[in-house]
C-alpha cells in the first residue's frame, strides 16, 4: 500500500487539513495525534534502521511481513513503531470531510459477509468499543476474498489480512476531545469513513 516508501521513512502530512474534521475529529486531537504521536513512531522506526543499511531499501509491508529476518536487537523496536506508522498513514488516509459512499463491489462484499451494512457497522463498532487496552478495530480481506472485522493490540499489524479500514482506539485518538466516551468517538467516526479509499483498498 505504502510500497514506495523505505528509510528514510518521512512524517507524511495529513491529506486534509487540521479543523477538516471537525466537530468529530478536533484540531487539537489531530495535532497531537500527528504531529507528536504520528512523528515519534517515525523517528524511532528510522532511529532503529539507522544502522542497518541492508534494509534501507525494504518498504514497510517488507519490513513488519519478514520482521523476523531483522536483528533481535531492532526487532521489537522496528514492530512497534513500524506498525504505528502504517497504521497510522492507514487511519489518516481512511479519513475524510467529504461525502463519499462504497463502492457496488464493495457494498456487495460487506453484505455477503456480514448481512448488511446495517450489521457490518454494528460488528465494526462492537469490535472497536470492547477491545481491551490500547489498539485497532480492522475491517480486512483474508485470501478468499471474504471480509473479516479483528481487533489488534498495540501497534501490531495484521498481516497476512489486507487491511481495508480500520480505527485507532488508543486513548490518544479521542481522549481530549471525548474523554472515556470510546463509544460516541467510535460511532461519530463512522461518519468520516473516507469510501473512496477502503473501496480501491478492496479486491473485488
Ligand atoms: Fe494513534
Not at 499489524?157 to 481522549?175: G, I, K, N
Request: glycine share 4%; aromatic share 16%.
Amino acid at each position: 500500500m505504502y510500497e514506495l516508501e523505505h528509510y528514510p521513512f518521512p512524517l507524511k502530512p495529513l491529506p486534509y487539513a487540521y479543523n477538516a474534521l471537525q466537530p468529530v475529529i478536533d484540531a487539537r486531537t489531530l495535532h497531537f495525534h500527528h504531529d507528536k504521536h504520528l512523528k515519534t513512531y517515525v523517528d524511532r522506526l528510522n532511529e532503529a534502521l539507522s544502522p542497518y543499511p541492508m534494509y534501507h531499501t525494504w518498504n514497510l509491508e517488507m519490513i513488519l511481513a519478514n520482521i523476523n529476518e531483522l536483528p533481535e536487537q531492532i526487532r521489537r523496536s522496528v514492530w512497534e513503531n513500524g506498525g504505528g506508522v502504517y497504521n497510522h498513514q492507514l487511519y489518516f488516509d481512511s479519513m475524510t470531510s467529504r461525502s463519499t459512499s462504497p463502492s457496488p463491489a464493495f457494498q456487495q462484499a460487506v453484505i455477503s459477509s456480514f448481512g448488511s451494512m446495517a450489521q457490518w457497522k454494528n460488528t465494526m463498532k462492537n469490535a472497536a468499543v470492547t477491545l481491551f487496552g490500547s489498539g485497532w478495530a480492522w475491517t480486512v480481506q483474508d485470501d478468499s476474498g471474504q471480509l473479516k472485522i479483528l481487533q489488534t493490540a498495540n501497534q501490531d499489524a495484521v498481516f497476512p489480512y489486507r487491511p481495508v479500514l480500520l480505527v485507532d482506539v488508543w486513548e490518544h485518538a479521542y481522549y481530549l476531545q471525548y474523554q472515556n466516551r470510546r463509544a460516541d468517538y467510535v460511532e461519530n467516526w463512522f461518519r468520516l469513513i473516507n469510501w473512496d479509499v477502503v473501496s480501491q483498498r478492496f479486491t473485488p
